[in-house]
């Protein structure tokens, strides 16, 4: 062991640790500035603009094919020539910088393209920006996917600044062999070295592993006396099924009147509350078109979807939409929040477009869709739920208010409660949504769609993906926002549900309303063979599971 006091004073040389700090200053910066502009890449590569795209790519495609040491001398050699005069601390900075540019990008674009698009499409219909989106949504859910490829780039990087001795920065493997060059004592020398990166290294998977915590939806919002080695491995703590259910009311809404069980639904009265100033001041309007549906035409490629869609909804109506699969019912509620484009007509909600400015020369789209949106105040509730999945029930109701209306945290804290409360889920308010049930997750979507104030509000088969036991808590709040007033276009296969609340049914069938009327119009007395043939083959299931009960 005579060797370890020689060993422990290159561990602690200053000539070696200077060169450490080097590695670390030309790692950190390089890979603040890489992680940065490979966001960027990123962007320019999933952007639309084949411009940006291509540009992006041939960037990619250069750097990654080439090695990093010619680069370095590259840029060493040819920034000069440019008149930019840099030291070789600099150079190799700019050099590592470009580098991680190209590998980061990729890495980011694959955690980008690993949140699902539908996190996309939720966050527009509250009427958030891109930005926005990207920002607050799918950036901290990309993010655990990120970060280990961005960690590992960096490790590398560390152990790689050793090259940048090529264009003299004296770094630490170059001082380390300067030492041995005049000593030849190569194990110890080196020793020592290789115990530096190795510290540094360490610290740096230590930080992944601190900030993969942090990142962690569900760890970070352990209360610390839950943080049990059950929850820990499980995500429940004992004593609490994973998926408990607040109540589970079965929908029977040939017997049930209009009235909501309490009993199930907590505070669902206050249900009544949401639009009660709505329907007042509807009163004058009531008769009025509230929604306008003119002529709407819709491709997608070649195939036309939508040929000529033409409807009207007064306010504080209820209208079903039912039809076959792919008849085009979920892309005209897309049209009428302008969650998409429309190829021709025009769609008004409360005497506005939505995202289009009249012209002389008919309509064009505004270039602030995000805010058209906003402004529009129409809630969407999806087949698929579509939660921001990082945030706790509460966080997704708060989200819209506080980031696109502007409301403050405790304003909508308070009122997001309240929704909460309305849709029966207050003891919930924590949970992330994985951990509810498709009823539960399809609730808290409802009172988030609410918590935009919406003066309409959409839903695209808001119970075809809940099990049939969970059907009746969904049906049983939409229900209730009808008792209070609020005007809705519910898309549905749900006929007995249709029967009950709706005021006006629209049977849609390849593009086109076949037939509409009152329930008992369209639903009993259909005029038309393909509404009886589709009414006979949605109706069969539940008549079905009904000489099952018997
Ligand atoms: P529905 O909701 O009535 O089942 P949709 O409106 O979802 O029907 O779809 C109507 C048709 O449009 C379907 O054939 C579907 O494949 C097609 N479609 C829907 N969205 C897109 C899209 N983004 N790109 C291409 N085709 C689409
Ligand atoms: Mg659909």
Redesign the pocket.
Known sequence: MDWLPEFWSYVTAPFLLEGALLAVQITTLATGIGVAAGLALALMRMSSLKILNRTAWTYIWFIRGTPLLLQLVFVFDALPLIGIKLDPFATAVIAFALNEAAFSAEIIRAGIQSVSRTQWHAAASLGMSSYLTLRRIILPQALRAILPGLINDAIGMLKLTSIASVIFVNELTFRSQQIVGQNFKFFTVFGAAAVMYLALTSVISWFQHWIEQRLDPEIERQPKSDFSLMTRLFGFSRGETPHEQVGNPKYSPITTTHALSAKNIDATHTIANISASKTNDASDTLKADFVICKNVHKN?GKRE?LKGIDLTIAKGQVVAII?P???????LLRMINHLEPMDQGEITVNGSLVGYARTSDGLKPKSDLAKARADAHIGFVFQNFNLFAHLSALENIMEAPVQVLKQSQEQAKISAKNLLARVGLTRHADHLPHRLSGGQQQRVAIARALAIDPQLMLFDEPTSALDPELVGEVLQVIRGLADAGMTMIV?THEIRFAREVADKVIFIDGGIVIEQGSPADVLDRPKHERTRRFLRMVEAPSSYGESLEA
């Not at 699969?325 to 892309?331: A, D, Y």
Request: glycine residues 28%.
């Open positions: 997608y979807i039809g699969s792919g008849s085009g019912k979920s892309t898309v």
